[in-house]
Nanobody, 117 residues
Framework: QVQLVESGGGLVQAGGSLRLSCAASGRTSSVYAMGWFRQAPGKEREFIAA????????FYVDSVKGRFAISRDNAKNAVFLQMNSLKPEDTAIYYCAARSVYTWDFWGQGTQVTVSS
């Protein structure tokens, strides 16, 4: 099993920045990629960004391109999400996730990000 713990959420004004962290533990040798999802009140959970573990390929949803950046630290089994130029519509619970080659298998508990206007 893989355990994921997110941190770094909080309250920030529009235009500000936050950096989310996710620490992985357990059987991390099976992880192919790690990523971030978010869920706003009353809305569906959506994919935000992902990065492969053995390469440098990164993927982003169109709404965050140019504002968010995902990165990794393999030695620390950690993944990060740098969020800049935050907007009120970015307010959501952000979840770290890890996947095998096939599916997203493991999820963190979530961290709240609130962007005020």
């Amino acid at each position: 099993q893989v355990q994921l713990v997110e941190s770094g959420g909080g309250l920030v004004q529009a235009g500000g920045s936050l950096r989310l962290s996710c620490a992985a533990s357990g059987r991390t040798s099976s992880v192919y990629a790690m990523g971030w999802f978010r869920q706003a009140p009353g809305k569906e959970r959506e994919f935000i960004a992902a990065i492969t573990w053995s390469g440098s390929n990164a993927f982003y949803v169109d709404s965050v391109k140019g504002r968010f950046a995902i990165s990794r630290d393999n030695a620390k089994n950690a993944v990060f999400l740098q969020m800049n130029s935050l907007k009120p519509e970015d307010t959501a619970i952000y979840y770290c996730a890890a996947r095998s080659v096939y599916t997203w298998d493991f999820w963190g508990q979530g961290t709240q990000v609130t962007v005020s206007s």
